[in-house]
């Protein structure tokens, strides 16, 4: 394609899942007054959070009065920073990435906390000849230490929910092929598309392991996502013949639509490796990517520490990224929603997320991007730089860059 004048041709999009930075205004609405995923980790760790390179972008800039610990505020940040709020009703990936893409979901979906109807179960046992047990809200890890031996024993399936609108179908590898469970998750999908039950994803989250004490979740998980309701940036990107590259479960989330390329992570190096192979190539459009770890290795088992050293391995790689960034480049790093790993419970929590954008050319290193009233302002951002209309869309910050 011609090549355009565009201020950046390439811009990478980092998703850090789950890292967000500080309570939201509605967080009480949540039932998450106090949450904040940094600001937690930072004091867990007493200091030794060290995040040169997200600090030097401007990661406590962000918010002086209340910096994360350990990690320094910066005189002459190299980068631009400020925060998001996120408008749509939930606190789920599918949610905060939708609204980054300019669909935010204004109405809410399904969720059970007293698990799914009879109906749908009866529905699923039958379709996959096996016997649905638990049904509940359940910790993703703790189910299978309390379950697993049961459905491995009986060929039955796990299925459970959080507080998100979610059906998660879990089954041992041994006793359910990849194949089969994707089936299963597929027709579950069909039943939960509306208009009773409308619910944002259905996941199959496959595990190994001989007992309750060394059951563990593989990288097979797949997200089968409600379909986009509308027409997002990722499609407006798209049409206009521009490369969309996903990275991580950013084409699950978006059900392939919009997407001209996508790459599996099997962790969160994997997903590094993936942006880096990517950068040595010739394109002109976005990279999307989603590291995932953070949120299912860590916030969900309420795990400060671990959570705290993957975002210091993080931040070692991003060095080694920022280094190879072209003048032609723009870097943007932000969240999709908190997890705070020292919070109640194991679900999300409703956080406003970080914005931290970097560019060798940048016009204003330093610059305070402000809080954003909704994620679409990245979208529109990034459909600013590439001259589509964004007359229906957030706020692009394209010009104070």
């Not at 047990?133 to 031996?149: A, F, K, M, W």
């Not at 990288?219 to 969309?244: I, Y």
């Not at 705290?308 to 070692?316: A, C, R």
């Not at 060798?360 to 459909?383: K, Y």
Request: proline letters at 4%.
């Amino acid at each position: 394609m011609e090549v355009k004048p565009y201020k950046f041709k390439r811009v990478f999009v980092i998703v850090l899942d789950s890292v967000g930075i500080g309570a939201a205004l509605d967080s009480f609405k949540y039932n998450d007054e106090g949450a904040d995923t940094l600001g937690h980790v930072g004091e867990f760790f007493d200091g030794n959070l060290k995040l040169p390179n997200l600090a030097q972008i401007g990661l406590s800039n962000i918010r002086p009065t209340a910096p994360i610990k350990g990690v320094q505020i910066q005189n002459n940040p190299i980068g631009c920073f400020g925060k998001m709020e996120e408008k749509s009703v939930g606190k789920d990936s599918m949610d905060g990435h939708w609204e980054m893409m300019g669909l935010p979901v204004l109405q809410e979906l399904s969720t059970f906390p007293n698990g799914f109807p009879d109906d749908i179960i009866k529905k699923i046992e039958k379709f996959s000849g096996r016997k649905v047990i638990v049904n509940r809200p359940y910790s993703g890890t703790q189910v299978l230490h309390d379950y697993g031996e049961e459905e491995l024993r009986e060929n039955s399936l796990i299925v459970y929910t959080s507080g998100d609108s979610v059906m998660q179908i879990a089954a041992h590898e041994d006793n359910l092929t990849i194949e089969e469970l994707y089936k299963i998750c597929t027709y579950a999908r069909t039943l939960l598309n509306g208009p009773k039950y409308t619910v944002g994803r259905v996941i199959a989250r496959p595990y190994v392991g001989s007992n309750k004490n060394n059951f563990v979740r593989t990288s097979n998980r797949h997200d089968f996502s409600l379909s986009p309701t509308g027409v997002t940036d990722l499609v407006k990107l798209h049409d206009q013949g521009l490369s969309v590259i996903a990275i991580g479960k950013i084409n699950d989330i978006f059900s392939g639509q919009g997407i001209s390329e996508a790459f599996h992570n099997e962790n969160n190096n994997d997903g590094m490796d993936h942006i880096d192979n990517v950068l040595q190539r010739d394109f002109t459009g976005l990279c999307f990517a989603n590291l995932v770890d953070f949120d299912v290795l860590y916030g969900h088992r309420r795990n400060p520490e671990g959570f705290g050293k993957l975002l210091i391995n993080f931040d070692h790689r991003l060095g080694g990224f920022m280094r190879q960034l072209h003048k032609s480049d723009l870097m943007i790093i932000t969240a999709d929603h908190g997890n705070d790993p020292t919070y109640k419970g194991t679900d999300h929590t409703r956080e406003n997320v970080p914005l931290l954008v970097y560019s060798p050319s940048l016009s204003h290193p330093g610059l305070n991007l402000g809080v954003r009233t909704t994620f679409s302002d990245l979208g529109t951002t990034i459909l600013d730089n590439f001259g589509i209309d964004i007359s229906n869309s957030g706020n692009s910050f394209l010009n104070e860059l």
